[in-house]
């Protein structure tokens, strides 16, 4: 799976789902850092359940504990490894995911608002997750884990971006 | 005509009936049961003499019975609250036509409704998507239409001006329609352009005077019902039905069978609403060519007229269930922002944005060439009926064959000037249109299934609407090619440097109205305005 797609090679300008040669922008580690205290939220708890179970009843419970923290290993490499990344000319363009990959390009000219959002985690962090809509819902994408300074200036220049190339419908 | 029904810049009233007609169901309904009632009543006290009362109580209540022994014993009371009644309801009716107005001034149509609780309502005209005529049944009866003026935003975007004589309706759409198309046309502030009165004067003549309504496709009711009756639902329906005699006939279990019937009833009964409500919607279909845009008009009790400017086009659609095709018969949908999209009523989404119930291959290639004059029409041929990689479509690989095993041959796009076609389904074909300047996101996607294969899935993403563009399962490689090259058609034709402009408008040259209009052609450097 990470292995650089054949075409990246034969036109280095081309924006693919591996990445390429472009300037990606990554996004903020502490992004992973939130990422990773979220799954730490729902493992550790059950990592304690099934352990106490597994040395108070039953010995087979301890078989869930490992598949937990598997699990939840497996997870963490994804979260670590997951690069939701931007580049930005006429267009944005979105990369993310690792399993289930994506890259969404929006024109500027068809931004219709931006939205900035962070919750309480988030926010002790120093991070939000900006979204960009177009006319239509199923368009759009967000850039989670920007620094709360950056996503603010990053809205700046989509909006005037998007004043400057408006395209409408 | 024209000059006489629209004065600009004036408030003007609805018709004085419109507040009775709008709440018209209800009290048709109500006068209605009132009649009935009284109307039992009388016949039960004439003919049988209060002989045979039995009936008539087991359904009234005695207090009902009571107050019409009370109409007869004090005939002028009742008379007298009849009288208050009328007037009441007349004052209320009056007051709500006082106070609802509505102009068409400085760029925009305005409604105002509303006595204790104030609405204002503003549609800027180039923001008008489709202008609509809708004539229910009861306004029919008294010669009034409603015309309703669509504009993208939600499921509530619209404007309703109901209810105004058929003659000012008709009147005041070709104005509205000729002010939205003028709007897009000249670049100049549009406020000004407008408040000059002999600019709208001549704004109203000169699209009438070309415009010649060329009839396109006119839909027999009869074809119309077969196409509906041939549904999913209704054949497995008939399926279940074919079963059950089968069974009861070779167990000749006869009376036990008839047990199932009643549980079948319910979604029977839903299928049959659903398939004659298609029929009501579609019934009377006719499509006619007006030169900047189409218009249709259809409804078996309910009769609309809708104009769709053809730049307002975002994606077209022609698809050919698999129960049609021994028929060869397709459909016709399009996007068109702010319409149908999935925040309104399914059915009503159905209604406005199907621009060909049902046709031939035929009929549906001239209403598709007439949306989109460039794409040629053995490109369409292709799209409907075509598979596997030639004359320039680019389809998913034999790599594809684990998620699509019947129409990865099938399943590709091609690029033409000025829109991207999509072709999918090798039982219900299915072809896509989307104008590159209608392309508001590319979305490429791989799941880890996807990328064991390497294939991914490309969106292409047009304003809201019952289509949706998904090239399946193209090869990685050719998926990111076709990523970054309808990227790149986007982008030209949103700087207006690419070929057409606006996007699927149809040829200056090729038509009446665009040679003959007052601005002539919109100059190719101007980004198209909503």
């Known amino acids: ?151 603010e200036a990053l809205r700046e220049r989509l909006s005037a971006r998007g004043e400057a190339q408006r395209a409408g419908l | 005509v024209t000059e006489a029904v629209i004065r600009d810049e004036e408030w003007q009233r609805l018709h004085p009936l419109s507040p009775l007609l709008r709440g018209g169901v209800v009290l048709i309904a109500v006068i209605g049961y009132v009649a009935s009632q009284f109307f039992d009543r009388f016949l039960s006290s004439i003919n049988l003499d209060g002989i045979l009362p039995g009936p008539d109580i087991g359904i009234g209540p005695a207090g009902e019975d009571g107050a019409l022994e009370q109409v007869v014993a004090h005939p002028f009371l009742a008379l007298l609250a009849l009288v208050l009644l009328v007037a009441g309801v007349a004052g209320v009716n009056w007051v709500a036509w006082r106070f609802s107005r509505f102009r068409v001034a400085g760029g925009q149509v305005e409604l105002r409704t509303g006595v204790l609780f104030r609405q ?212 016709v949908r399009v996007n068109v922002a702010g319409v149908g999209s999935s925040g309104s009523g399914d059915g009503e989404g159905e209604r406005e944005t199907t621009l060909l119930p049902v046709g031939t291959l035929d009929d549906a290639l001239r209403v598709l060439t007439l949306l989109a004059p460039r794409v040629p029409a053995s490109q369409w041929n292709d799209a409907v009926l075509g598979e596997g990689p030639q004359r320039g479509w680019q389809t998913s690989s034999a790599r594809a064959k684990l998620f699509d095993p019947l129409s990865w041959r099938r399943n590709g796009w091609s690029d033409t000037d000025g829109a991207v076609l999509l072709r999918s389904g090798r039982l219900t074909r299915r072809a896509i249109a989307v104008p590159h300047a209608r392309i508001q996101s590319l979305t490429l996607q791989q799941g880890w299934l996807q990328a064991s294969r390497r294939v991914a899935t490309l969106h292409v993403i047009p304003a809201p609407g019952p289509i949706s563009p998904v090239i399946d399962h193209l090869d990685t490689e050719a998926a990111h090619d076709a990523f970054d090259r309808l990227n790149e058609r986007a982008r030209d034709a949103r700087r207006g440097a690419g070929p057409i402009d606006p996007p699927l408008a149809p040829d200056p040259a090729g038509l009446v109205d665009w040679t003959q209009h007052p601005s002539g052609v919109p100059e190719p450097g101007r980004p198209d305005p909503l």
């Open chain 1, 1 to 151: 799976m990470d292995d650089p797609d054949p075409a990246t090679s034969v036109s280095p300008v081309q924006v693919t789902l591996h990445g390429g040669d472009l300037p990606w922008q990554p996004v903020s580690p502490n992004l992973t850092r939130v990422r990773l205290i979220t799954l730490a939220l729902f493992a550790v708890p059950a990592i304690i359940a099934t352990v106490v179970v597994g040395v108070l009843v039953t010995r087979w419970a301890l078989l869930g504990t490992a598949a937990v923290v598997l699990v939840a290993l497996w997870v963490a490499w994804l979260i670590s490894r997951q690069v939701s990344a931007i580049s930005c000319d006429e267009e944005i363009v979105i990369r993310k995911g690792r399993l289930f990959r994506s890259l969404v390009s929006v024109p500027y000219g068809r931004l219709q608002y931006v939205d900035i959002q962070s919750g309480p985690l988030m926010r002790a962090h120093g991070i939000a997750s900006c979204e960009i809509h177009t006319a239509s819902p199923e368009s759009g994408g967000s850039l989670p884990g920007l620094p709360v300074a950056e996503a």
């Open chain 2, 120 to 331: 204002h309502r503003q549609v800027r005209l180039e923001r008008v998507q489709a202008v609509e005529l809708s004539r229910p049944i009861l306004a029919r009866l008294f010669g009034l239409a409603s015309v309703v003026v669509q504009s993208a935003g939600g499921s509530d975007s619209q404007l309703a001006l109901s209810f105004i004589s058929l003659n000012r309706a008709e009147a005041l759409r070709e104005h509205l329609l000729a002010l939205a198309g003028q709007s897009e046309v000249v670049p100049a502030p549009a406020d000004h352009a407008l408040g000059t009165p002999p600019a709208v004067g001549d704004a109203v003549a000169s699209p009438r005077a070309p415009v010649v309504a060329v009839p396109v496709v006119e839909v027999p009711n009869g074809r119309l019902f077969v196409a509906t009756i041939l549904h999913g639902s209704t054949i497995f329906l008939g399926a279940v039905l074919f079963a059950g005699l089968i069974t009861a006939g070779v167990l000749s279990v006869g009376p036990l069978a008839l047990a199932g019937v009643p549980a079948m009833l319910p979604a029977a009964f839903f299928i049959v609403l659903g398939r004659g409500k298609e029929m009501l919607t579609h019934g009377n279909f006719r499509l006619v060519d007006v030169g900047t845009g189409v218009r249709v008009t259809e409804g078996l009790t309910d009769l609309r007229t809708m104009t769709i400017p053809l730049n307002r086009v975002q994606a077209l659609e022609v698809i050919q269930p698999i129960w049609w095709r021994p028929l060869g018969w397709w459909r």
